[in-house]
């Protein structure tokens, strides 16, 4: 079965600061794809990366870089010199090459401070 | 024009009324989805349509009913709901449900439902 696990529930820093959201995922498949999707107040999911399991390389956009590490079935996101605009509630998912689900965590809620 | 466009943002209604989400998508794809978000629970996935088929229904209780009349377009029937049936319910679509592309989906903003 496949999981993921985002232990923080709630964070919240000082705008410029640099903040890190983690993400853990289960899954006993070798073809995966991993997602971080973004929900502001308004309400909508906006995508922001997806990768597969075979692409390892870290990836930076921007203020936002991604750390994906096999190892310890890891994809985190930082957030470099955030800005009160990234307030929101960030989604980790989880998708199998086999299906068409994504498995979402529960989210992290990220307060930034003025 | 945004891509996914769900109606109405907001509705209330009683346990005894019967009304309809609606969503629409203006990005060309063929799968849509419908997804429950509950205070506090993981988002859950209720319906899928590929091409106008439903190929995905999550033991979803017969007081929803989904219709894909066309691949642009996706409702959701409500009728006799419980209160604990009010959540943000969100709509999806994807380019497919296979291929490269397959599972990156776009969401619109939701219908706040509130059932009293």
């Known amino acids: 079965a496949q999981k993921v696990t985002q232990a923080q529930t709630e964070i919240s820093v000082v705008e410029k600061e640099d903040v890190t959201l983690d993400c853990v995922y289960e899954t006993r498949d070798t073809t995966y794809y991993l997602f971080w999707y973004k929900q502001p107040p308004s309400g909508e999911l906006v995508f922001l990366i997806r990768r597969n399991s075979f692409d390892e390389q870290n990836e930076i956009s921007g203020r936002y870089s991604w750390n994906f590490q096999k190892s310890t079935s890891s994809f985190n996101f930082t957030i470099t010199a955030s800005q009160v605009v990234d307030s929101a509630v960030y989604f980790c998912a989880l998708s199998v090459n086999r299906d068409d689900k994504i498995i979402f965590g529960k989210g992290t809620r990220l307060h930034i401070l003025p | ?116």
């Open chain 2, 1 to 116: 024009e945004t891509g996914v466009t769900q109606t109405p943002r907001h509705l209330v209604m009683g346990m005894t009324n019967k009304k309809s989400l609606k969503c629409e998508q203006h990005l060309g794809h063929n799968a849509m989805y419908w997804y429950k978000q509950s205070a506090k629970k993981p988002l859950e996935l209720m319906f899928v349509y590929s091409l106008e088929e439903r190929v995905e229904n999550n033991s979803v209780p017969s007081r929803f009913s989904p219709e894909c009349p066309n691949s642009s377009h996706l409702f959701l029937h409500l009728h006799t709901l419980q209160p604990e049936d009010s959540a943000l319910y969100l709509c999806a679509s994807s380019q497919d449900t296979a291929g490269r592309d397959k599972n990156i989906q776009y969401f619109g903003a939701g219908t706040r439902l509130s059932v009293l």
